[in-house]
């Protein structure tokens, strides 16, 4: 949709710059002119008339043009700064979701933090809204029963994470204050200082206090909830500090350190709490839950190439088994001479995100309560939203890629329930399938991927 916009949009401007400049009877101009006039009768009469209207004509049309022109020309002409606005032009493409944004601003009601609450779960909701904006709305949507929990949940996991990507403090000193990190839960006034780099995180683990304080008012089987996953996850981080993605098996590992025990530790929220069946706190919704995780995970490594490549020193989570495939090394992607090879790496690493694909959408369809529904169903759509606009997609190399908010906007309000869900996740998966290239050795693999979440949502939706 967005090459047919340029293209047409390049010969829009194209045809107003020769219908407003050129002569009447050239032969380029003559029957473009005559062709219009047909179409549109008395256009050029009016246009002439005014010579202010024939350079809004000739503006309009080199505007329009221009923003065609960036959709479709090569990186190495286009600087990055401009080829990032075709996100903003594309626009023009999806009016809708432009009236999504204006409905959303002016007429949704937005959660705000409750209300007669104690001052360190006041201060907790506020650092919240502070640390995650992807989080915090859906968490503030949750009902009560849930809500504070998974604020504290959310809250313990952020400064875990403020600790492991400080670059600051020695490994040594990490390592250590990640192994002990859980012991502090049930230890009033702590604090911990020298970590972080935003005024937030830093804020967060210098206070610490507060959140203690609110974790000890909850329910005993949360609170065991919340111990376990840190003490877990702050094992695993420490774990990784000394230690590369360089397997298949580490990258797993990792993200399940990271992100699969965060999808343990809501299912066992969501069995304390009554709302959901009390199966999802049983091991044996160990693999859908950590495939929640995974698939978020991995998404955001994906698109976070350029990001942590770029660091100092650079964050390699991509593992060396898929890239080493591909380049000498991981910094060779980005280089446009290379940009074939870091396409095929890119869709090697979609691929591999995709088998948890199914697994996702056999646990949505088990929840009943629909705030945790909700809750748990638009990061998934974000992440298939992702995945579908990174395949194939040289931008990832270039710069942070990114859903255009008004299809966010329309992803979030429209996943109100399983089969709304289904929906999203076969249209991406069918652009997806369609964005295959023929030569792509993974082909086969992904297809066989999408043709089960395909079928997974064709049956949910009677198609």
Same mark, same amino acid.
């Given at each position: 949709?967005?090459?047919?916009?340029?293209?047409? +949009?390049? $010969? &829009?401007?194209?045809? *107003? @710059?020769?219908?407003? =400049?050129?002569?009447?009877?050239?032969?380029? %101009?003559?029957?473009?002119?005559?062709?219009?006039?047909?179409?549109?009768?008395?256009?050029?009469?009016?246009?002439?008339?005014?010579?202010?209207?024939?350079?809004?004509?000739?503006? +309009?049309? $080199? &505007?329009?043009?221009? *923003? @065609?022109?960036?959709? =479709?020309?090569?990186?190495?002409?286009?600087? %990055?700064?401009?080829?990032?606005?075709?996100?903003?032009?594309?626009?023009?493409?999806?009016?809708?979701?432009?009236?999504?944004?204006?409905?959303?601003?002016?007429?949704?009601?937005?959660?705000?933090?409750?209300?007669?609450?104690?001052?360190?779960?006041?201060?907790?909701?506020?650092?919240?809204?502070?640390?995650?904006?992807?989080?915090?709305?859906?968490?503030?949507?949750?009902?009560?029963?849930?809500?504070?929990?998974?604020?504290?949940?959310?809250?313990?996991?952020?400064?875990?994470?403020?600790?492991?990507?400080?670059?600051?403090?020695?490994?040594?000193?990490?390592?250590?204050?990640?192994?002990?990190?859980?012991?502090?839960?049930?230890?009033?006034?702590?604090?911990?200082?020298?970590?972080?780099?935003?005024?937030?995180?830093?804020?967060?683990?210098?206070?610490?206090?507060?959140?203690?304080?609110?974790?000890?008012?909850?329910?005993?089987?949360?609170?065991?909830?919340?111990?376990?996953?840190?003490?877990?996850?702050?094992?695993?981080?420490?774990?990784?500090?000394?230690?590369?993605?360089?397997?298949?098996?580490?990258?797993?590992?990792?993200?399940?350190?990271?992100?699969?025990?965060?999808?343990?530790?809501?299912?066992?929220?969501?069995?304390?709490?009554?709302?959901?069946?009390?199966?999802?706190?049983?091991?044996?919704?160990?693999?859908?839950?950590?495939?929640?995780?995974?698939?978020?995970?991995?998404?955001?490594?994906?698109?976070?190439?350029?990001?942590?490549?770029?660091?100092?020193?650079?964050?390699?989570?991509?593992?060396?088994?898929?890239?080493?495939?591909?380049?000498?090394?991981?910094?060779?992607?980005?280089?446009?001479?290379?940009?074939?090879?870091?396409?095929?790496?890119?869709?090697?690493?979609?691929?591999?995100?995709?088998?948890?694909?199914?697994?996702?959408?056999?646990?949505?369809?088990?929840?009943?309560?629909?705030?945790?529904?909700?809750?748990?169903?638009?990061?998934?759509?974000?992440?298939?939203?992702?995945?579908?606009?990174?395949?194939?997609?040289?931008?990832?190399?270039?710069?942070?890629?990114?859903?255009?908010?008004?299809?966010?906007?329309?992803?979030?309000?429209?996943?109100?329930?399983?089969?709304?869900?289904?929906?999203?996740?076969?249209?991406?998966?069918?652009?997806?399938?369609?964005?295959?290239?023929?030569?792509?050795?993974?082909?086969?693999?992904?297809?066989?991927?999408?043709?089960?979440?395909?079928?997974?949502?064709?049956?949910?939706?009677?198609?």
């Amino acid at each position: 949709m967005d090459k047919l916009f340029a293209g047409v +949009a390049v $010969a &829009a401007g194209v045809t *107003a @710059g020769i219908v407003t =400049l050129g002569s009447n009877d050239a032969p380029v %101009v003559s029957p473009i002119r005559k062709a219009l006039e047909k179409a549109v009768p008395g256009f050029f009469n009016w246009v002439a008339g005014d010579s202010k209207r024939s350079w809004l004509v000739l503006g +309009a049309g $080199a &505007a329009v043009g221009l *923003a @065609g022109l960036i959709f =479709l020309t090569p990186y190495p002409i286009v600087p %990055v700064k401009i080829a990032k606005q075709k996100r903003n032009l594309s626009y023009i493409c999806h009016p809708s979701e432009i009236i999504s944004m204006v409905g959303f601003k002016f007429f949704h009601t937005h959660p705000g933090i409750p209300k007669n609450i104690s001052e360190n779960s006041n201060w907790c909701y506020q650092k919240l809204v502070q640390t995650s904006r992807s989080f915090a709305a859906v968490i503030l949507e949750l009902h009560e029963e849930l809500r504070e929990a998974i604020c504290i949940f959310y809250l313990v996991l952020r400064a875990l994470d403020t600790v492991e990507d400080d670059m600051k403090p020695a490994v040594a000193d990490k390592v250590r204050e990640l192994n002990a990190f859980h012991t502090h839960l049930t230890e009033r006034g702590w604090n911990l200082k020298g970590y972080g780099d935003k005024k937030e995180e830093i804020d967060l683990v210098e206070k610490f206090d507060r959140v203690i304080d609110v974790f000890l008012s909850l329910k005993p089987g949360y609170q065991a909830v919340i111990a376990d996953i840190c003490k877990r996850m702050g094992a695993g981080m420490a774990e990784f500090l000394n230690k590369k993605v360089v397997s298949i098996e580490d990258y797993e590992l990792y993200c399940h350190y990271v992100a699969g025990l965060v999808g343990y530790g809501l299912s066992g929220l969501f069995g304390e709490s009554g709302l959901e069946d009390p199966r999802f706190k049983d091991p044996s919704m160990h693999k859908l839950s950590n495939s929640m995780g995974l698939y978020l995970q991995k998404t955001n490594i994906i698109r976070d190439y350029l990001e942590d490549i770029s660091e100092k020193p650079p964050r390699i989570f991509y593992p060396r088994d898929i890239w080493c495939l591909y380049a000498k090394d991981i910094a060779d992607l980005k280089e446009w001479k290379n940009r074939d090879a870091a396409v095929a790496c890119l869709n090697h690493m979609i691929t591999d995100a995709m088998k948890h694909a199914v697994d996702c959408l056999d646990y949505l369809k088990m929840l009943k309560d629909p705030t945790v529904f909700k809750f748990c169903a638009i990061p998934q759509v974000m992440a298939i939203a992702t995945l579908e606009l990174c395949y194939n997609n040289h931008d990832v190399f270039r710069y942070e890629v990114k859903i255009r908010k008004g299809q966010a906007l329309q992803l979030i309000l429209g996943s109100k329930d399983y089969k709304s869900v289904c929906k999203y996740f076969l249209d991406f998966a069918r652009r997806l399938e369609k964005k295959i290239p023929a030569h792509d050795k993974n082909g086969s693999s992904l297809r066989g991927m999408i043709t089960q979440v395909k079928a997974r949502c064709i049956s949910e939706l009677g198609q």
